[in-house]
């Protein structure tokens, strides 16, 4: 693929929402994106990775590769993690970069990339006390969460695969590009 898009590395978590992951990434795409999908160790097992590498044209990343090894993806105009699980919000606002996906979470705030996650836990999880401050600090770092009133709500327990409205992170990401004076 040629360098002629933005790039946006699409990072995933293991949630049951990863299963439709090829709908966001369509959805990408038909806005002038070129999509690279980056999904956690555990979020193999939710999606279709044939599939995804077929339809972006690039690997399915989910571990670092060696030194002297040329990376296969063009380097990232943003990135969007959908779905965010509650793991991997609390581990990133603490800079543990255990996985890729974290790794380049982690470095993308300090490049300044326009940044946007989109949690997706239960509401068990979300009433655990550091997923609050875990939000209310990558806010303080830049990154638009789009969660809370009126723009996602954790279901209960077992809810995992409700639908999910997938303009929303991407309408976020656009206002992100466009106004990038608008960090939170």
Same mark, same amino acid.
């Given at each position: 693929?040629?360098?002629?898009? /933005? @790039?946006?590395?699409?990072?995933?978590?293991?949630?049951? =929402?990863? =299963?439709?992951?090829? +709908?966001?990434?369509? /959805?990408?795409?038909? =806005?002038g994106w070129t999509v690279c @999908?980056? !999904?956690?160790? #555990?979020?193999?097992?939710f999606i279709d /990775? !044939?599939?995804? +590498? +077929? #339809?972006?044209?690039?690997? @399915?990343r989910s571990e670092y590769k060696q030194w002297d090894i040329t990376n296969p993806l063009p380097p990232p105009d943003a990135m969007l993690a959908c779905p965010a699980t509650c793991n991997t919000g609390n581990k990133w606002v603490y800079g543990l970069a255990d996985t890729l996906a974290l790794a380049l979470?982690?470095?993308a705030i300090g490049l300044g990339l326009p940044l946007v996650v989109a949690p997706a836990?239960?509401?068990? #999880?979300?009433?655990?006390?550091?997923?609050? =401050?875990s939000v209310t600090a990558l806010r303080e770092m830049g990154v638009t @969460?789009?969660?809370?009133?009126?723009?996602?709500?954790?279901g209960p327990p077992g809810s995992g695969g409700r639908p999910y409205d997938w303009e929303l992170p991407? +309408?976020?990401l656009q206002e992100k590009v466009v106004r990038p004076e608008r960090r939170k």
């Open positions: 693929m040629s360098r002629t898009s /933005r @790039v946006l590395y699409l990072i995933v978590c293991a949630s049951p =929402r990863a =299963r439709r992951i090829g +709908e966001l990434v369509g /959805r990408a795409q038909a =806005r @999908v980056i !999904p956690t160790p #555990q979020a193999l097992k /990775r !044939p599939t995804l +590498e +077929e #339809q972006t044209g690039f690997p @399915v979470l982690t470095e836990l239960n509401s068990a #999880q979300a009433v655990y006390p550091a997923f609050d =401050r @969460v789009l969660y809370g009133p009126g723009v996602y709500g954790p991407l +309408e976020a």
